[in-house]
C-alpha cells in the first residue's frame, strides 16, 4: 500500500499559494499580441474549440522547444472576466492532474489568451464516444476517475482559497501521451465563500444564462436553486464515471436522452437496497466494448456505486472528493499497477 500511495495518490498542498505568484511559478507574461501570434504561426493550426474560446497549437521555448496549446479567449468584456478568473486560478494552482499554465497575455480589457501544456490526446468525451477503433481499456478507465477525483480534491480541500470547478465534464478531461489525465477549463469556477451562495443582485435572466450549464451534467439541485457548491462537481464526476462504465454519452442529440436517465433503474437498485448489486444487471450496463478486457467486476460495481452516490439527491448525501478517493484506493486494486496509466 505504501508503495501505491507513492506511486498514484499525489499531495502537493505545500506548493499551493494564496496569491498568483506568476514569477516563482516560471508562467511567462507575454507583453504583445505579435508575440502570441508568433507562438502559433499565425494561428495556423485549430485543435480544439469552446463555447468561450478557440483553441490552438502553439510553441513554447521554455527550457527546449515544447508543443502547447493557446486558449485565446472571445474578443468581448463579459468574456474577458471568463479569462480573467481562469488565469488568477491558473496561476494558484499546480496538480499533476490539472492542466499546466505555460504563459499568458493580457491586453486589461477585453483580449486575453493563455498558453497551456499541450495533452497530445484530447479530450476523454472524443476517446470515449468518437468512431476510434482503439478502445480505452478498463484499468485506464479506472486510473482516469481517480486522478480526476484527486484533481477535484484538491481544489476543494487542499488549497487556499477553495474552488468549486463548475464544470466537470468529460471534454473538459485532457489526456496526455500515458492517458493520464488533467482537468482543465476554468471559466465557471466558483472561488471561496463566493461558491456557496447565489449572489442576491442577479436578475432571473442572467440567472437563466449562467445556469444552462452542459447538458447532461448539471446537478438538478443547481439548476432548481442556482446556489453552487462542491457537490455539484461531485455530480458531474459521477456522470463522467458513468460515461466510463457505459461508453455512452453524457446526452446523446440525437435520441435526446440522457446517461443518468438511461441509468436510473441501476442506480435506484443501488441506493435503495441494502443487498449487492445482481452482477448481471452491473455487466448489462457496462461499455459492450469492454467485453473482452479483463476486468474484475468487483472494480466495476465500486466504480456504479460511487457514480450512484454521487449523482444521488440531496446533494448534502453526496461523498466529498477525499471519500471517494479513498474508497478508490481500497477497493480498485487494479489501480496499483499502473505507471498511472500506461496501459495503451
Ligand atoms: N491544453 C490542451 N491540449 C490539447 N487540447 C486542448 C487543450 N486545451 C483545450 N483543448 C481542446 O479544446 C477543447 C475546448 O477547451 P476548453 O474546454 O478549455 O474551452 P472552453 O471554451 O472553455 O469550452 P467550454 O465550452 O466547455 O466552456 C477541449 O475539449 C480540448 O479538446
Redesign the pocket.
Known amino acids: 500500500m505504501a508503495c501505491f500511495l507513492n506511486c498514484v495518490r499525489f499531495d502537493v498542498s505545500t506548493t499551493i499559494t494564496d496569491k498568483p505568484t506568476s514569477k516563482e511559478s516560471g508562467v511567462t507574461c507575454y507583453r504583445s499580441w505579435d508575440d502570441v501570434e508568433a507562438l502559433t504561426s499565425n494561428f495556423s493550426r485549430l485543435?480544439?474549440?469552446?463555447?468561450?474560446?478557440?483553441?490552438y497549437m502553439a510553441r513554447f521555448s521554455g527550457s527546449g522547444s515544447h508543443k502547447?496549446?493557446l486558449?485565446v479567449?472571445v474578443s468581448s468584456h463579459r468574456l474577458y472576466q471568463?479569462f480573467r478568473l481562469?488565469l488568477d486560478i491558473l496561476l494558484r494552482l499546480k496538480h499533476p492532474n490539472i492542466?499546466k499554465l505555460l504563459g499568458y497575455f493580457d491586453d486589461s480589457e477585453e483580449n486575453g489568451a493563455l498558453l497551456?501544456?499541450?495533452?497530445?490526446q484530447?479530450?476523454l468525451?472524443?476517446k470515449l464516444h468518437s468512431n476510434n477503433k482503439q478502445v480505452l481499456p478498463w484499468r485506464n478507465r479506472t486510473a482516469i476517475a481517480f486522478q480526476l477525483i484527486q484533481a477535484i480534491e484538491h481544489i476543494h480541500e487542499k488549497c487556499s482559497p477553495q474552488i468549486v470547478h463548475g464544470?466537470i465534464?468529460s471534454?473538459?478531461v485532457?489526456l496526455d501521451k500515458n492517458f493520464d489525465c488533467?482537468l482543465?477549463?476554468f471559466?465557471?469556477a466558483k472561488v471561496g465563500f463566493s461558491s456557496m451562495v447565489q449572489p442576491p443582485t442577479m436578475s432571473a435572466r442572467s440567472r437563466q444564462v449562467r445556469m444552462v450549464g452542459?447538458p447532461g451534467y448539471t446537478d438538478p439541485h443547481y439548476l432548481k436553486t442556482g446556489i453552487a457548491s462542491k457537490k455539484m462537481d461531485m455530480y458531474g464526476f459521477g456522470v463522467v464515471v458513468l460515461e466510463l462504465l457505459s461508453g455512452k454519452e453524457a446526452f446523446s442529440v440525437e435520441k435526446g436522452e440522457m446517461l443518468v436517465h438511461i441509468a436510473a433503474p441501476l442506480i435506484h437498485e443501488i441506493l435503495d437496497s441494502s443487498v449487492d448489486i445482481a452482477e448481471e444487471n452491473a455487466r448489462q450496463f457496462l461499455d459492450p466494448r469492454l467485453s473482452s478486457d479483463s476486468l474484475d467486476i468487483d472494480e466495476v460495481k465500486t466504480m456504479l456505486s460511487v457514480a450512484a452516490l454521487c449523482i444521488g439527491r440531496p446533494p448534502s448525501l453526496r461523498p466529498s472528493a477525499t471519500q471517494v478517493a479513498e474508497t478508490f484506493i481500497e477497493k480498485i486494486p487494479s489501480l496499483s499497477f499502473l505507471g498511472c496509466g500506461k496501459g495503451m
Open positions: 485543435i480544439g474549440s469552446g463555447g468561450y474560446s478557440s483553441i502547447a496549446a486558449k479567449h471568463v481562469e492542466v497551456l501544456e499541450y495533452l497530445p484530447g479530450n468525451q472524443e464544470d465534464k471534454s473538459n485532457l488533467k482543465c477549463d471559466g465557471s452542459s
